[in-house]
């Protein structure tokens, strides 16, 4: 039983339509969800990914217009990468340059080139350039053509005091295996073959914990394709003795969730049922949806919810 890579990623944010506009303007990601957070409706919970919301492709954030920046340091999913085609660098390299988005690099990073930027609120962005990239659903109407799009998560960085017990977990339990080191990195993959995600490691002892705010990465979910599969692994979690919740319903998917020795917080994530239960392919992201217990509020919830666009 092996876990499939990333499902997604949830970042924080401040300012929503700053937030919408980076990702679906500047990185030319779909918005495949416009949705509430379920347990602070006031907030927006906003899905950002490949034409179908593919798991390993949705990055979802959770955007407090009035927060201030969160601290970087342990105990936190520090950068994510994406998989971009080798051939769309110098592509990307103009766009960035021409949308007035600061970036270093390219550099090379176990022998591919990356290319480091930060979202508006301070989160580090990586773009991997791949030779032979994981396909996605591509997106016809995104502002970047389709042969440039990102494709799949290629991975995530953990920033740790201490890796010993986080790897206990890793590498026992979730069955990550090692890749190889280069300088501070100890890389580790998560999933088989094009599924695979990235797992770097940079351990620092003299890293103050992290503060989590605007522009941090809340928590990484892992992807499992059947309910079945999802079950079995909360119960592998338990008999580790790791401290796993109930199955939570996300109405898109279901979760489980636990915190990693380190202080991260992950999730377990089932493919089904997928990010048409509510609306159409065609009209994803194009409406507020809310979950049914919200739909009386549903004039006021849209009254404080800031204009995206
Ligand atoms: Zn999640």
């Known amino acids: 039983m092996l876990l499939s890579g990333i499902h997604h990623l949830t970042v924080l944010a401040s300012d929503p339509k700053r937030n919408a506009a980076f990702y679906t303007d500047v990185l030319g990601l779909r918005m495949v969800k416009r949705t509430v957070n379920f347990d602070a409706p006031d907030v927006y919970h ?22 201030a920046r969160g601290k970087r340091g342990s105990g936190e999913v520090s950068a994510i990468a994406w998989h971009v085609p080798a051939s769309s660098r110098d592509y990307w390299i103009r766009r960035l340059a021409e949308k007035g988005v600061g970036f270093d690099g390219p550099a090379t990073r176990f022998g591919q080139e990356v290319v480091t930027l930060l979202d508006p609120d301070g989160l580090k962005l990586e773009l991997v350039f791949s030779a032979d990239p994981p396909k996605v659903v591509t997106w016809n109407p995104s ?17 740790l005091q201490n890796a010993d017990p986080s790897l ?14 280069e300088g501070v990195r100890h890389r580790y993959a998560l999933g088989e073959g094009t599924e ?40 592998r979690l338990l008999a580790a003795d790791v ?42 992201g194009s409406k507020l949806q809310l979950p049914p217990w919200y739909e009386s509020d549903r004039k006021r919830i849209e009254s404080v919810l800031p204009v995206l666009d």
């Open 46 to 67: 906003l899905y950002y990914a490949d034409a179908q919301g593919t798991p390993g492709t949705l990055m979802t954030v959770f955007p407090f217009p009035q927060a």
């Open 143 to 159: 502002v970047v053509p389709a042969e440039h799009q990102l494709r799949t998560f290629h991975g995530v960085t953990f920033s």
């Open 168 to 181: 206990a977990l890793l590498s026992t339990i979730m069955g990550a295996r090692s890749v190889g080191t």
């Open 196 to 235: 695979a995600a990235m797992i770097d490691l940079i351990v620092d002892a003299n890293l103050p914990w992290a503060r989590q705010s605007a522009g941090s990465v809340h928590h990484i979910a892992w992807r499992v394709k059947t309910d079945e599969e999802h079950g079995a692994w909360r119960e």
């Open 243 to 284: 401290r796993v919740t109930e199955i939570v319903d996300r109405k898109y998917f279901h979760s489980i969730y636990f915190r990693e020795p380190g202080g991260i917080l992950c999730e377990i994530a089932t493919d089904p049922p997928g990010m048409n239960v509510d609306e159409d392919w065609s009209e994803l």
